[in-house]
């Protein structure tokens, strides 16, 4: 696969999950008004929910103590990874690493975008069996946990091989 082809997969990967995550996100704030539903959740599935959160913190709420200006402090640092992965999608050269980087991205952005605008990120997917529970997440969240199993099961299942007649330390 040619370089550019491979920026242009990822770059269509991001677009979509970002599309995807911010629409869904809307339609949970501001059509289904989850927030405001009467036990602040709906059931979908005996397993799961749409179950509203705000989540001040990254991943699985961690970091949710920076302060008032802890929501501006995670996003640049977001967008300082999203500049990296940018760099990292120009040099991909398989759609596999290339969607996955740009699932990453999108999801990144999808995140940001929710900083920005509200302060925190709207989480809303629940799922749970009995009383186990996982956290509360969102398809930013969702599209950035596939895209980095993905690059691992890449990087694991798609090696490349090493040049003959060259020593390499054990």
Same mark, same amino acid.
């Given at each position: ?7 242009? #997969? ?6 979509? $999950? ?5 629409? #869904?996100?809307?339609?949970? $704030? ?10 602040? /959740? ?18 699985? &709420?961690?970091?949710? &103590? ?6 501006? !402090? ?11 992965? +940018?760099?990292?999608? =120009? /040099? ?14 999108? &999801? ?6 929710? =900083?920005? =605008?509200? &302060? ?12 186990? #529970? ?11 946990? +596939?895209? !980095? ?5 890449? #990087? ?15």
């Amino acid at each position: 696969m040619t370089p550019g082809i491979a920026y242009r #997969s990822g770059f269509i990967a991001a677009v979509l $999950v970002l599309a995807a995550d911010q629409a #869904s996100k809307y339609w949970i $704030v501001n059509v289904l008004d989850l927030e405001h539903q009467p036990l602040g /959740r709906v059931e979908l599935l005996p397993v799961l929910n749409l179950t509203m959160v705000w989540n001040q913190g990254v991943t699985f &709420g961690l970091l949710h &103590g920076l302060g008032a200006w802890g929501h501006l !402090v995670l996003a640049a640092i977001a967008l300082v990874v999203v500049a990296g992965l +940018c760099l990292w999608l =120009r /040099r991909a050269d398989n759609a596999l690493a290339a969607i996955s980087i740009g699932a990453i991205a999108g &999801g990144a952005v999808g995140n940001v975008i929710d =900083r920005l =605008r509200y &302060g925190a990120v709207v989480d809303f997917i629940h799922a749970h069996i009995g009383q186990w #529970s996982w956290y509360v997440f969102n398809v930013a969240d969702a599209a950035i946990v +596939c895209g !980095v199993a993905a690059l691992i099961l890449e #990087s694991q299942l798609l090696r490349r091989p090493r040049p003959p007649n060259v020593n390499y330390p054990v």
